[in-house]
C-alpha cells in the first residue's frame, strides 16, 4: 500500500533562481574570471579538461571552498564514502558562509543517505531536492513494480556550479572509484571545468531543473526524524580527512600540476565556442517533445560527419539503427572508431549484452572497434596527465565523442537507448581542434595499448587483439573472463531489453 502512496502536491515549492552576473559581480571567482571574459569576449567559453580523477575531486573542493554566494549542484550518484562525506562536508562549510546551497539528486542512488541529506536540508543556507522520488524508502524496488514508468527514468545530468561563474560538468559522479581514491574499480573518466558564457547556460539550465515536475523538496518525500547532525557530518568528515587513506591521497593531489594553477590562479583555459546540450526536464515525465532532446540538439550543431567520428562511451548500445547509422557513414568515407569497455571491465554485464549482440555487424560494416582492459598494462612509462583516459583506471566512464577533429562533446550521455529515450542528460559540444586532436591521438598511440582491438577473421568470427611490451596475443574468446559470465552476457542478449538498456 505505501508502494502505491502519490507523490505529494508542489504547490506552495520555494522558488528560487541562479543569482545573475551583477548579483555575484564582487565575488572571488566573478574577479577572477572577469579580466578573462573581457578579453575574450562575451560568447566564448573558457575550458580545462579534468583528466586526472583526483584532480576532477580537487576541483570541486576548490569551488566548493571559495563560492561566496552560491553553489549549484546536480548529480545522479553521491556516495557516502570519503570523497562524498568530504564534498557534503563542503557544502556545509559554505553554507555557513553564507552561501546559498541547492542540491539536486536523482533519487535512484540516495539509499541510505536520507539522514545526512536531512541534516544538510536543514540548514538554513541549504536546499536539497530529490529528482523522481521513491515514496517508499525500503525497500527501493517495490516502487519499481508500483510505478516503474516513472521511476524507470532517472535524471543523469551532473553539474557543479559556484557563484555563476565556474561549473564542472562531464561523466563524473561524486565517490571514490570517479575520483581515484579507491584500490577497488576505478574509472577512467572526463570532465570539464569551464568559465564564460557555457556557465549561465548550465546556471539556467539548472533553474529548468530545479523548478521541473520531478523535482520534489526532501521534506515532502522524507521524515526529518532521522535527520543526521550537522556536527555530526563535521566529525565524521574530519575523521576521514585523518585518515592514512585520506592522507595518502590528499598528498598525491599536492604533487600535482593542476593543484600549483589552483594556488597560484592560473588554469591554463582554452577559450572558444562551447555549446550546452541538455534534455528538457520534462523527458522525466516521458512529457518532451522530440526537438527538445539532447540526441536531437546533436544533429542540429554536428550535422553530418565528412572526415571520422572517434567515440568513447562506456555503455555503447547501437541497437540495429545505430549499426545502420554507422555503416552508412563508412560507406560514404567517414572513418568509425569506437572505445568501449571489455566484458573484464565492464560493471554493467546487461548493457555489455546488448552491445555484443551489435558487435559483429559493427565490424562487418568497417567501424574499428576498441575494448578497454580491466587492469591495463602501460607499454612504456607515461607521465602524469600525458594520457587522455589519466593515470589510472581499471573500467571505461567517460562519455565524448569527436567528430571532423572540430566538434567534440563532453558530458553524462551514453551511446545506448536510455539515454537517448529515458534518462535526462547534459553535455558540452566544443569547438577546440586542440582537444579533438588529442582524442584521434589516443586512439593511435595510447587506446592500442590499454585496450583490445577486436576483429572478424576471414571465417567471420570474432577475435581480440592485445599489443603487450613485447607480443602480440590474439584471444578467440573474451579475454579474461570466465565461462559464467560470458554465459550470462549470452542468455541477456536473447532478452528483448534492448530499450531499457
Known amino acids: 500500500m505505501s508502494g502505491c502512496q502519490g507523490l505529494p502536491s508542489l504547490d506552495g515549492r520555494t522558488q528560487s533562481t541562479a543569482y545573475s552576473k551583477q548579483q555575484v559581480a564582487d565575488s572571488y571567482f566573478a574577479q577572477a574570471m572577469a579580466p578573462l571574459e573581457q578579453r575574450h569576449g562575451a560568447d566564448k567559453s573558457g575550458i580545462f579538461p579534468l583528466i586526472e580523477a583526483d584532480e576532477a575531486f580537487a576541483a570541486r573542493m576548490m569551488l566548493a571552498k571559495y563560492a561566496q554566494r552560491s553553489l549549484d549542484v546536480q548529480y545522479y550518484i553521491w556516495r557516502q564514502d570519503m570523497t562524498g562525506t568530504m564534498l557534503f562536508e563542503a557544502l556545509h562549510e559554505a553554507a555557513d558562509r553564507g552561501v546559498r546551497v541547492r542540491l539536486l539528486l536523482d533519487d535512484n542512488n540516495t539509499n541510505g543517505s536520507d539522514p545526512i541529506l536531512l541534516g544538510l536540508n536543514g540548514h538554513a543556507n ?195 539503427a545505430g549499426v545502420e547509422a554507422f555503416a552508412w557513414l563508412v560507406r560514404k568515407g567517414v572513418e568509425v572508431k569506437v572505445l568501449t569497455n571489455s566484458l573484464a571491465a565492464t560493471d554493467v554485464i546487461p548493457v555489455h549484452a546488448g552491445y555484443a549482440k551489435r558487435r559483429k555487424a559493427l565490424l562487418k560494416s568497417g567501424v574499428i572497434l576498441y575494448e578497454m582492459q580491466r587492469h591495463p598494462t602501460q607499454t612504456k612509462p607515461l607521465k602524469r596527465k600525458k594520457r587522455f583516459l589519466g593515470s589510472s583506471g581499471s573500467s571505461l566512464h567517460a562519455k565524448t565523442f569527436s567528430v571532423d577533429r572540430q566538434h567534440v562533446f563532453v558530458g553524462s550521455f551514453n551511446f545506448d537507448p536510455r539515454s537517448a529515450n529515458l534518462n535526462t542528460e547534459l553535455g558540452f559540444v566544443i569547438d577546440s581542434p586542440r582537444l579533438a586532436q588529442r582524442i584521434n591521438q589516443a586512439f593511435y598511440d595510447e587506446i592500442p595499448a590499454h585496450a583490445y582491438q577486436v576483429k572478424l577473421n576471414q571465417a567471420g568470427r570474432i577475435y581480440w587483439v592485445e599489443q603487450g611490451d613485447k607480443v602480440v596475443q590474439t584471444h578467440t574468446s573474451e579475454p579474461n573472463t570466465s565461462v559464467w559470465r560470458r554465459v550470462s552476457v549470452r542468455l541477456i542478449s536473447w532478452l528483448p531489453i534492448e530499450g531499457l538498456l
Open 126 to 320: 541549504i536546499e536539497v531536492r530529490l529528482f523522481n522520488p521513491f515514496m517508499l524508502r525500503k525497500p527501493r524496488w517495490w516502487g519499481f513494480l508500483t510505478d516503474f514508468s516513472r521511476l524507470n527514468r532517472r535524471m543523469h545530468n551532473k553539474s557543479f556550479t559556484a557563484d555563476n561563474s565556474l561549473t564542472i560538468i562531464g561523466g563524473r559522479n561524486i565517490g571514490d572509484e570517479y575520483f581515484g581514491a579507491t584500490d577497488d574499480v576505478l574509472f577512467a573518466d572526463l570532465d570539464i571545468l569551464s568559465a564564460g558564457a557555457a556557465v549561465q547556460e548550465v546556471s539556467d539550465d539548472f533553474d529548468k531543473y530545479w523548478h521541473s515536475g520531478s523535482s520534489y523538496p526532501l521534506q515532502r518525500i522524507v521524515s526529518s526524524k532521522n535527520a543526521m547532525d550537522l556536527h555530526e557530518l563535521r566529525q565524521l568528515s574530519a575523521q576521514i580527512a585523518a585518515s592514512a587513506d585520506a592522507q595518502q591521497y590528499v598528498e598525491s593531489l599536492r604533487e600535482s600540476a593542476f593543484m600549483q594553477q589552483i594556488e597560484q590562479r592560473n588554469i591554463d583555459f582554452e577559450w572558444l565556442k562551447v555549446r550546452m546540450v541538455s534534455d528538457d526536464p520534462r523527458k522525466g515525465l516521458g512529457l518532451a517533445e522530440k526537438e527538445s532532446l539532447l540526441i536531437q540538439q546533436f544533429q542540429d550543431i554536428i550535422g553530418d560527419p565528412n572526415v571520422d567520428v572517434e567515440l568513447i562511451s562506456p555503455y555503447f548500445v547501437p541497437t540495429q
